[in-house]
């Protein structure tokens, strides 16, 4: 009966995938599903199984992700290509004891594995959740990709009790280094003991103070990382990132706060107090918020992802990280920037103590016992050799005093990038640094709720203090909405890697053509990946050799840049009281539109106004029952960075509709004389357009003329006249212009204003 539920549950999957793909597919040792949206967007799934845990491994090409019951090794180069996989899932006892204690046995009662951490050189330390009964075991991959070894030990599984979280739902981070695992997560079936673990290596196992809210309130840990705090190894530490509820008295009624803990790579625990404790625990409050005009400041409270972008100084790395707003009213995300200069000086600084007659939270003010609580034993601090030689006062004083009185604020008092007002959130986020003309940029690549992901680079105004936020990309990595779960970056591969319950998907970290085939567009995209060759906008690579590459980042200025930035003039032909939309819109989504119209026998150029009559879209101007005061050049130009770039000339001519009709009477007559002479009767168009080139007069029948309707079941062959191809198209005219990256609306600027403020 069992396997009958499974086999409809994955009967089930299979049926949502077809659905969500548009196509049947085959089921074998990977199974595949394969789209692409824009330029090169491959996509990869395996039934409908969450696809979160990221393991890069460039040295080998391969990507390692954990899923559900599974484990797979995807090609860095195409995802698609020699995909390798090993089933895992959770015994059948474990299933059945995990639905007898009320888990969802389709939702919760497998094996959800959660940790992948290299172990040695051959093997790759693993971890599950096992149906709510957490196990672990090591994976072979081989010494180089040459070895083509993928297989789970299945001589050797181990408890992971303090590893791997119990609840698949539950955010949990691990790293391991020098044999150890760190890990973030709950220690029991309810899900109340949270902690952090240090599990094995060869010391004892360690974990932070147990069922004390001071220590750690309901945690949900989103990274760790080992950042040295000097030449020492024995100085280094580690640092975690989680959320927790507040602390009593910390913040009035129920709040999520954001919190940046440590703790000393080489903590062994006391000796008399806090045994197989931590003693070098603290932790403090993460900031990320908007400063208000009145005082009062819009706070992006919880914690959603962390990145850690290394620097030439291994000990100062800058961390970006990811907030949003844990109101069901307002709805936003940010990003700020931290250093560890900061970082240090708040753990440098008071301690938070509960004092005074409202026991709130205060500054010490006594006595710091020597050496300071939080320092790690070394020759460099102190002089101790081990945190059990500490004296008790200290760890006494580190037991009750876990956290810092003052918060970490981001670099410049606030976020480098802000949404607020629109349907999604942030979820993840990857950092490329690359190195332009000008210098060098950290591009940011954000995965949000929906399934898309913003391209996104800061660029200095007057200082790296005051930051441009500047949006490259917004593009849909999905067919259907769907969290972006996981992401990772491959530098060598130039390629962006994304997890989502419905797959993952590979997509490049740029697309220089996309911003088109003029100097100045490429120019004014502003992206570090990407410069104008004299031919094209294409990759830019940074050379001692310096050739003809024209990038501009810092200030986007194509006039500095690109010689010739003319547009060619394009005539087109509308007829009296019909509509004629006239096209243009520019690459770049952050561009102003305006138009000027220069009529004939004029040598002035008139901004237009928008009324009821003429209507500006995202791709253009829309003319309403055309008269002959429209007639004349329209200029189209984009503003943008303070730069007016001329985008399109076209000159118009409104043809008088009377005449038109005299036109069509005379064809309809010339239809009924079977003589040859009168077949070519629209060259009397000649004559009324002023125009020498016969292809000028059968554009304008391909775009003007309306094919009388034939009746149904009577085939008749195509006029020769004007080559009619689009014969049910409306009598609304347009020009031709490249589509946008992205629809959208573009704004209205009134030029006088932009000259004023020039």
């Not at 997890?499 to 911003?515: A, F, N, T």
């Not at 990759?539 to 986007?556: E, H, L, S, V």
């Not at 829309?622 to 189209?636: N, P």
Request: net charge neutral; with cysteine; charged share 25%.
């Amino acid at each position: 009966m069992s396997e009958n539920n499974e086999s409809g549950e994955r009967g089930k999957k299979e049926d949502e995938m077809k659905r969500l793909l548009g196509c049947p597919l085959m089921f074998s040792q990977a199974s595949l599903g394969v789209w692409q949206v824009g330029i090169s967007v491959a996509f990869f799934y395996f039934l409908n199984i969450s696809y979160d845990t990221f393991l890069m491994d460039e040295e080998r090409g391969r990507l390692l992700v954990g899923a559900e019951d599974h484990v797979f090794s995807f090609d860095l180069v195409n995802i698609n290509r020699d995909v390798k996989q090993i089933a895992w899932p959770a015994t059948p006892s474990k299933r059945d004891e995990c639905k007898w204690a009320g888990k969802d046995l389709g939702k919760e009662c497998s094996n959800f594995v959660r940790v992948l951490q290299p172990y040695n050189q051959t093997h790759i330390y693993i971890c599950g959740t096992g149906a709510f009964h957490p196990i672990c075991s090591y994976l072979e991959i081989g010494k180089r990709a040459e070895d083509n070894i993928f297989r789970l030990d299945a001589n050797y599984f181990e408890n992971g009790r303090g590893k791997s979280p119990y609840d698949p739902n539950m955010q949990s981070s691990f790293l391991l280094i020098d044999g150890e695992l760190y890990s973030g997560t709950s220690a029991d079936f309810m899900g109340r003991d949270f902690a952090i673990f240090r599990t094995l290596g060869s010391h004892h196992p360690i974990r932070t103070e147990q069922h004390d809210s001071r220590w750690l309130n309901d945690p949900r840990f989103l990274g760790i990382h080992l950042i040295p705090e000097s030449d020492n190894p024995e100085d280094d530490k580690i640092f975690l990132f989680f959320k927790e509820s507040a602390m009593d008295g910390e913040h009035t009624g129920k709040a999520t706060i954001s919190r940046i803990g440590q703790l000393c790579k080489n903590d062994m625990g006391g000796h008399r107090s806090l045994v197989n404790k931590w003693t070098t625990f603290l932790k403090a409050k993460l900031t990320c918020s908007v400063p208000g005009l009145s005082g009062i400041d819009t706070h992006f409270d919880e914690l959603q992802d962390v990145f850690l972008m290394s620097a030439k100084d291994p000990k100062n790395p800058v961390i970006y990280a990811v907030f949003t707003t844990s109101s069901n009213i307002f709805r936003g995300s940010a990003i700020c920037m931290y250093s560890m200069a900061d970082i240090r000086r708040v753990f440098l600084g008071p301690y938070a103590h509960r004092d005074g007659p409202n026991y709130q939270w205060v500054p010490f003010q006594g006595r710091v016992p020597y050496p300071r609580p939080g320092t790690c034993p070394s020759k460099t601090f102190g002089g101790f050799d081990s945190t059990k030689d500490l004296p008790d006062d200290v760890i006494t004083f580190a037991r009750l005093h876990p956290a810092m009185y003052n918060p970490v604020q981001p670099m410049g008092g606030k976020p480098i990038v802000v949404r607020t007002n629109v349907e999604y959130q942030f979820t993840q986020l990857v950092v490329d640094r690359v190195e332009a003309e000008d210098g060098q940029y950290d591009v940011m690549f954000i995965g949000t709720d929906l399934g898309t992901v913003l391209k996104v680079v800061t660029i200095p105004r007057e200082s790296w203090h005051d930051l441009e936020e500047v949006v490259l990309e917004e593009m849909t990595v999905f067919r259907e909405p769907t969290p972006i779960t996981a992401m990772e970056l491959s530098t060598k591969q130039q390629q962006l890697y994304l997890g989502s319950d419905l797959g993952i998907s590979q997509m490049p970290l740029h697309r220089c053509e996309v911003y088109g085939k003029a100097c100045a567009e490429c120019c004014l995209a502003r992206d570090p990946y990407c410069a104008w060759d004299g031919i094209e906008c294409s990759r830019y690579f940074p050379t001692a050799k310096r050739r003809t590459r024209r990038q501009d980042i810092r200030n986007g200025d194509p006039l500095s840049q690109c010689s010739d930035l003319s547009v060619e003039e394009r005539s087109v032909y509308g007829v009296e009281n019909s509509s004629m939309f006239l096209e243009c819109s520019p690459k770049s989504q952050r561009a102003l539109i305006y138009w000027q119209l220069q009529r004939p026998n004029d040598e002035r150029k008139h901004e237009i106004v928008i009324d009821e009559r003429l209507s500006l879209t995202g791709q253009g101007l829309l003319i309403r029952s055309l008269t002959q005061a429209d007639s004349g050049v329209y200029h189209c130009h984009a503003v943008e960075h303070g730069f007016i770039q001329p985008l399109r000339r076209i000159n118009l001519q409104v043809i008088p509709a009377q005449r038109v009709g005299e036109l069509l009477l005379r064809a309809n007559a010339n239809d009924k004389d079977p003589s040859p002479k009168h077949k070519l009767w629209y060259r009397d168009f000649m004559s009324l357009l002023e125009h020498p080139d016969l292809n000028s007069v059968d554009e304008f029948c391909e775009r003007v003329w309306k094919r009388e309707k034939k009746p149904k079941g009577k085939k008749t062959p195509k006029p020769s006249r004007c080559h009619i191809r689009r014969s049910r198209r409306s009598r609304r005219n347009c020009t031709q212009l490249i589509g946008s990256r992205a629809p959208r609306d573009a704004p209205v600027l009134n030029i006088r204003k932009l000259n004023e403020r020039s």
